[in-house]
Each structure stands twice: as C-alpha cells, then as structure tokens.
C-alpha cells in the first residue's frame, strides 16, 4: 500500500514537471509582447446630474482627441481587434437616483456621443461596472474612457474569444514591429555607412582639394622664385652689359656706309662718363676719271656729343655738327664750296665681340652751302657763277664700327 502511495507521488512529480516543461515556453513566449498602454480620456460631470454637457470643462477638447483616435483604428474596431473601455465614478447621486444608477446612465450619455460622433457600434465597447466614489484622489463625478481597453477587462466583460482576439493581434502587431525595427535598424545602419562613405569621400576630395592648393602655392612659388632669378640674371646681365658697353675710355670709329662710297671715314670717341661721350670723325676723298672731267672730291670734320640711355646704355641721343668742303663734278657743270650745318642724332649700339660694337645711327637736321658753278672748255676751267642753298632733313647715316682701344 504504501509502495503504491509512493509510486502515485511519482507519477504526479513527473506529471508537474513535464506540465512545467510546456507551460515555461508559452509563459516566456506571453512575456515577450506587451499590450499597448492605453490612454485615458476623462469627462466631468455636474455634480447630482446625469446630463453630459460637452462644453462643461474640457470635454470638449477631450471628445474631439477621443473621436479622432477612434476614426483612426476604426477598422481595427470593426474587426474585433480593439475595444473601447467606459467606467463611470459616481461619488453622490440626487432624490431620485441613486449613485450606482447614476454612473450607469452617465455611461450610456458618453457611449452614446461616441456612437453618433466616431460612427462606432455597441459592440465596440466594454462597458466596466458602475463604481460608486471618486477616480483618484480628486476627480468625482466622471466617466473615464479608455482607449484601447486592456486584456484583461476584455477578457473579463466580453468574453476569453475577444480576448485571444486582441491578443493574436498584438502579437502580429509586435512581430511586425520588430521585423519593422530590424528592417529600420538594417536602414539605419545602411544610412550610416552611406554617411560614413560620403564622409569619407568628402575627405578624401578636401585631401585633394588641399593637396592641389599646396601643389599651386608650390608651383607659384616656384614660378616667383625663377622669375626672381629670371630678373636677378637680367639685372646682372644688363649691367654686365652696361659695364661693358662703358668699360672703353677711348675707342676708334669708322662709318661703313661712308667707306662703301669710296669716301674713307675715321673718327675717335672718348668715354667721358657712363652717360656721357664725345666722338670726333673726319672724312677725306678725292677722285677724277675721264681725263679730269670728272670729280668727287670731299673733307669734312664731324665733331658730336652723345648722352647714353637705358639700363644697358646701349641708345643714345645726342648733336653733331659738321664742316668741311666740296668738288662735285658729276656731269658737265661742278660745283665747289664750303658746307656747315647741325643735326639731332640718335643711335643704337649692338655688342658684335668683346671690343667691337656697331653703332647704328641718323640724324636730322640743316647743311648750309655756299658753291660756285663751273665748267670745263678745252682744259680750262671756266667759272659760271656763285649759289647757296640749305637743305633741311635726313643728312647724316650710319652704320659705325666702334673699337674700344682701352
């Protein structure tokens, strides 16, 4: 007998926990959704009066949230997935009725401004029971609608199958929230790496932004620093030049295009200062050809002063007079005279060699002459009268080779 006894206290121990064993993972599933916490709307009413005033207090205002909530989940009430939960506080009520009736016909007041304001059925309440006193502390004299009403009231006042009902659709909804939540985070961290790429990109452009701004504030000083050399060199080369162009004190002087006439041309010129020179040239020639029929003849002594210009004083500018005398019998009359005359000149001097220059150069200005005319019969030259005559232009050219003696 006792053997029995032991064994049945077996076989309940082994029945409990098996019972355990499936009731622990349907209490740990039930614990992992929450319904959501639903929202009081509060509506006062006169004390001792069951009429539901709407503009008493903020019954406006609470009816209007109320009715806008209820519009929005309106097919979740239709499809029995949500309830709307009236308890009704009455702390006193009048001759006529008593507290408990009352409540009930505050109930119904608030019930039925729903049903006509938010287009919604009867059965979309669960109605709680009628309680005589106050809600909280203070508030007498209400009706508290709750929206969406919690489980358990469901449960209690409609029924376990309106119950599961509400409850399969938390699930659903909390299942959906969480595949919601990890499609979100999934978003969220997608838009992370995007900002985090962009950031990085953004970098790497401002990397290479600022790179290529080094690189042209190098490349521009280093275009200022050759310049700086390029004029330090040309600097230093002009006045190599220039020195050079001034290291004569004496030099010997000879117009080309004079000695390409037959009409030989010297001349010396002294260094006064690096902008200063004084240069004298002497021209000398005589020829006759056929039987002394013809003539040119010729002596001039051209002195000048010249004022150099420019960094390298290579230009000048300057004057130049000239005096001499002349036989020119090119054609059956001659003329021999005496000519003087002044001219502004200016020139430019080309380094050819380390002591040769030519000396590229015009003037202009006015040759006086006084001339007499003659004429050549059998031998005899016959005088044929006196002219004067003043030219005025171009007089002098020249392409001088200068030599620097020292």
């Not at 209007?64 to 929005?72: H, M, T, V």
């Amino acid at each position: 007998m006792e053997l029995y006894a032991m064994i049945k206290r077996i076989k309940q121990i082994g029945l409990s926990l098996l019972l355990s064993l499936i009731v622990l993972p349907l209490a740990a599933q039930e614990s992992r959704w929450q319904e959501p916490a639903d929202t009081a709307y509060i509506f006062s009413f006169l004390a001792n009066k069951d009429m539901f005033y709407v503009p008493f207090g903020q019954n406006q205002a609470e009816l209007n949230r109320l009715c806008e909530l209820l519009q929005a989940n309106i097919d979740h009430l239709r499809a029995g997935r949500m309830y709307i939960c009236v308890s009704s506080y009455a702390a006193s009520g009048n001759a006529q009725t008593n507290p408990q009736r009352m409540a009930y016909l505050r109930n119904n007041r608030v019930k039925s401004e729903l049903i006509l304001r938010a287009g919604i059925t009867e059965q979309m309440f669960v109605t709680d029971r009628c309680i005589s006193g106050a809600y909280g502390d203070s508030l007498r004299n209400v009706v508290v609608v709750a929206f969406p009403a919690d489980v358990a009231k469901i449960e209690r006042i409609a029924g376990t199958k309106a119950a599961e009902a509400v409850r399969a659709y938390y699930r659903e909804t909390e299942r959906r929230q969480q595949g919601g939540d990890a499609h979100q985070r999934k978003q969220q961290a997608e838009a992370a790496r995007q900002i985090a790429d962009k950031e990085q990109a953004q970098r790497e452009a401002n990397e290479q932004t600022q790179r290529k701004a080094e690189e042209e504030t190098q490349r521009k000083a280093e275009e200022e620093r050759n310049r700086r050399e390029a004029e330090e060199q040309t600097r230093q080369t002009d006045e190599a030049a220039a020195r050079n162009a001034t290291s004569h004190t004496l030099a010997l002087r000879a117009n080309l295009l004079r000695w390409a006439t037959l009409t030989p041309d010297l001349g010396v010129e002294w260094r006064i200062s690096r902008d200063w020179s004084v240069a004298v040239d002497a021209t000398w020639t005589s020829w006759s050809w056929d039987n002394s029929k013809r003539r040119y003849a010729l002596w001039e002594i051209s002195p000048a002063i010249h004022y150099y210009i420019g960094k390298q004083k290579r230009g000048y500018a300057g004057a130049i007079f000239h005096i001499g005398q002349f036989n020119y019998k090119l054609s059956d009359t001659g003329k021999q005279g005496d000519l003087q005359g002044g001219d502004i000149v200016g020139g430019y001097r080309l380094p050819i060699g380390k002591c040769l220059m030519l000396d590229f150069n015009l003037g202009f200005g006015c040759t006086h002459a006084d001339y007499e005319k003659y004429t050549i019969i059998e031998g005899v030259r016959v005088r044929q009268g006196d002219e004067e005559t003043n030219y005025w232009g171009i007089d002098k050219a020249g392409v001088t080779l200068v030599w620097k003696l020292f």
